[in-house]
């Protein structure tokens, strides 16, 4: 049998999946699972999540249940997929504690997707950064090698959180020997959907931002989040002429709609003047619940079946441990730790 590539792909359990988790990494995880091409993995980044929740754990339980039914639901197949749980994998807390050793502190200081998140945490942090959140990188970079990942399904702003990976590889190489693999990206096609904006037209839809629709919203919820989205602002009466590029609901339009030249002709009116935000929104509203739908109903079926997802997250955590076990021997052995074979 030809040897399959491997990918892993991970998500922090901070809360629940939302739709530019989808188009930014997890459609992309789903068109690899199902080529065939792969060996898919996926994990719940528990460990990772308390980086910034130290105080809070009952929410990262919580967080990992909704998120065990969120993979599931966005159609990562079990009998493709191996899914676990980092915590489950003490092996890569050894790796980090390694790789530490290669990373200089001004490295992670500059890492723009750090300083992006500490800024965006100000109120929290204040001036005081856990060390493990400023380190998390480094972990990263244990999630990645100790599969012996190449490519992975990463939304735009984990780019430099790859490059930092890449650079402990080398670095890793240069002083012990050939052991460790570098990893790129895999990116959606779709340039938008790389970092989709959020409902309130903030360039990043997150969890933490509250611009989001989430993968379980209810029929409802959608509706009431699409009719109360960002438009152009300029746009006040119907009969003035329109901005479709960064307009949230034509962007969403874009990446979520499948009658494309419905979606060419709305634009083309909306410039032009005639075409209402009300028209436009309502459209989006079909879309997104069309979208929605199998989405929320596999999440259903999955909850009431919690008992054979808890069976898939232990097996594949069993398995996902094999690996790294595998990928530590050959890191120590690399170290020269190795004193009573
Ligand atoms: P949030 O940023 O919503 O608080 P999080 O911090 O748990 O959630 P991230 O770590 O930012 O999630 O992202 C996890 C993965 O999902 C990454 O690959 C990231 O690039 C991707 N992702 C997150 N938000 C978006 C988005 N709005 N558009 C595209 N990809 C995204
Ligand atoms: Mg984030």
Redesign the pocket.
């Given at each position: 049998m030809e040897k399959k590539i491997r990918f892993v792909s991970g998500?922090?359990p901070?809360g629940k999946l939302?739709v530019?988790?989808y188009?930014?990494?997890l459609k992309q995880a789903v068109e690899m699972q199902n080529s065939g091409k792969y060996d898919c993995m996926v994990f719940i980044a528990d460990t990772q999540a308390l980086t910034d929740n130290a105080q809070n754990p009952e929410k990262i339980k919580e967080s990992v249940k909704e998120l065990m039914l969120d993979f599931l639901a966005a159609g990562l197949d079990p009998q493709k997929t191996t899914f676990y749980i980092q915590s489950q994998i003490p092996e890569l807390s050894e790796l980090t504690m390694y790789y530490s050793n290669l990373v200089t502190l001004s490295r992670l200081q500059r890492n723009p997707t750090v300083k992006t998140e500490i800024k965006q945490k100000q109120v929290e942090f204040g001036a005081s950064v856990p060390v493990g959140f400023l380190t998390y990188p480094i972990s990263q970079a244990a999630d990645i090698t100790a599969f012996d990942v190449s490519v992975l399904p990463?939304?735009?702003?984990?780019e430099p959180i790859l490059e930092q990976t890449r650079e402990i590889v080398r670095t890793f190489n240069k002083y012990y020997g050939e052991t460790l693999v570098e990893p790129y990206g895999y990116f959606a096609k779709d340039k938008s959907?790389?970092?989709?904006v959020g409902t309130d037209g903030n360039a990043?839809?997150?969890?933490?931002l509250d611009n989001?629709i989430y993968l379980a919203d209810e029929p409802e919820e959608i509706r009431r989040k699409v009719m109360g989205m960002f438009t152009d602002p300029n746009h006040i009466k119907v009969s003035d002429p329109g901005n479709t590029k960064n307009n949230p609901v034509f962007i969403y339009l874009d990446i979520f709609g499948t009658d494309k030249q419905k979606i060419k002709e709305m634009k083309a009116n909306y410039e032009k003047g005639g075409l209402g935000d009300m028209v436009c929104k309502k459209y989006l509203n079909d879309v997104m619940q069309e979208f929605l739908k199998p989405i929320r109903e596999r999440r259903k079926y999955y909850e009431e079946h919690f008992e054979d997802v808890k069976k898939f997250y232990y097996e594949g955590s069993q398995k996902a441990r094999q690996i790294a076990r595998a990928t530590l021997a050959r890191v120590r052995k690399a170290l020269k730790l190795e004193y009573f074979e």
């Open positions: 998500l922090r901070t939302h530019g988790h188009v930014g990494m990463v939304g735009e702003d984990q959907a790389r970092r989709l990043k839809m997150s969890k933490s989001c």
